[in-house]
């Protein structure tokens, strides 16, 4: 997977990469990242895995991000929140799902409970969010991100393991 340097000015971070396909193009396919952090902040928030998955149209799937809007109407991005869908197609790529989003929500990660994805033993990402789309206008329409594909597994395995003891994967859009 060819990647770029990107956002090189994170606080406490090394430089990130992303993938050239949506660096160069914006193709939402590939909205993902990684930002390697100088410490080890996973002993004080806890870890969560990350999974490759097959057909899974019509499992649970939870979405936790930080929304611009919220139902209460007072939240701007502040605080976290995640709610649940299933998914409704499988692509190459990306997975459709029903969850529930609002702005500000690209790049909050899409995952499963424990043993969902087998082997599994905590919370699983299998995908960030990057489109939503209105089912009123262009029905039916679910939202769509980027699925972790073994290429994209690869990548992450890698830069946890080789790159440093101190990576914790976290993806971005922007």
């Not at 340097?5 to 909205?31: M, Q, R």
């Not at 019509?58 to 929304?67: A, E, I, K, R, V």
Request: proline content about 7%.
């Amino acid at each position: 997977m060819v990647h770029k340097p990107l956002l090189d000015n994170v606080k406490d971070s090394e430089p990130s990469i992303a993938p050239v396909e949506w660096v160069n193009s914006g193709n939402t396919d590939y909205d993902w990242g990684i930002i390697t952090l100088k410490c080890q902040i996973g002993y004080q928030t806890g870890v969560v895995g990350f999974s490759v998955t097959g057909n899974i149209i019509g499992q649970l799937t939870f979405l936790t991000g930080y929304p611009l809007g919220t139902p209460d109407g007072v939240d701007e991005g502040t605080s976290m929140w995640s709610g649940n869908g299933r998914i409704q197609k499988n692509n190459v790529l990306t997975f459709d799902y029903d969850n529930d989003t609002t702005s500000g929500q690209s790049g909050a990660v899409y995952w499963q409970p424990n043993n969902i994805p087998i082997g599994c033993s905590t919370p699983c990402i299998i995908g960030t969010h990057a489109n939503s789309f209105d089912p009123i206008i262009s029905p039916p329409a679910w939202n769509q991100g980027p699925r972790i594909t073994q290429e994209v597994f690869d990548e992450l395995y890698f830069w946890r393991q080789y790159k440093t003891h101190q990576v914790f994967i976290s993806f971005v859009s922007q």
